[in-house]
């Protein structure tokens, strides 16, 4: 298993000089991520999130009957969200815009492949920078605040992509639908897991002060 420690904040001096004798990971007072110790965990975990995103997508998905291109619901949002609560702006823009990415490029979707990448890519980094920054003392509502303009990000941005590629106004509007209960089921399943997630990272890599 990949070895990691929470980052950012303020440290003791005692968690400090945990860290500086190669021991495990600590806790920040502000942020929950957890951040990599070097490159090579980074480009592992971020690789596995983005193959999870890929494979979420893929393997659940149900067409709904939906005017426009809303009616895909599939669960790729999940990991997305995981992947930046848990691991910070980068990892989840970087799962979500190249798991989803890929799946529109391998799945007949292809002119969608550069919106979902900047659109995906950018709800990632946007609950990412949530997680890191945590403007919202309360994880649980920071978290679903996070999804929340995750979802606004998704709507506009499908919006304006469908208003590109199909040259009409008023039909994207029927994909409206599709998005919000594809990303609201996506935030349920994701609020639900990550208390759990969060023990164990705990349990798993943090030194008691």
């Not at 980052?7 to 495990?24: E, F, L, R, W, Y």
């Not at 759990?196 to 349990?203: A, M, T």
């Amino acid at each position: 298993m990949p070895d990691f420690h929470f980052g950012g904040g303020i440290m003791t001096d005692k968690n400090a000089a945990a860290q500086s004798s190669g021991n495990s990971q600590m806790l920040s007072e502000r942020s929950n991520i957890i951040c990599f110790r070097n490159k090579t965990q980074e480009l592992v975990t971020t690789a596995l999130m983005i193959a999870l995103t890929y494979v979420a997508t893929w393997l659940i998905n149900v067409r709904l009957p939906f005017v426009g291109s809303g009616g895909l619901i599939h669960l790729g949002n999940v990991p997305l969200f995981i992947a930046a609560i848990l691991f910070g702006k980068k990892t989840g823009a970087l799962a979500g815009g190249i798991g989803m990415g890929l799946f529109d490029l391998l799945s007949g979707w292809t002119a969608w492949a550069p919106f979902t990448f900047v659109i995906v890519g950018a709800m990632g980094f946007v609950v990412g920078w949530f997680a890191e920054k945590r403007p919202i003392r309360n994880v649980h509502v920071n978290d679903a605040v996070s999804m929340l303009i995750a979802l606004a990000i998704k709507i506009v941005g499908y919006y304006f992509a469908e208003v590109i590629l199909y040259g009409n106004w008023i039909t994207p509007v029927g994909s409206i639908p599709g998005n919000v209960l594809q990303v609201g089921t996506a935030m349920v399943i994701a609020l639900a897991v990550l208390p759990l997630l969060r023990r164990v990272s705990r349990r798993a890599y943090v030194i008691p002060a």
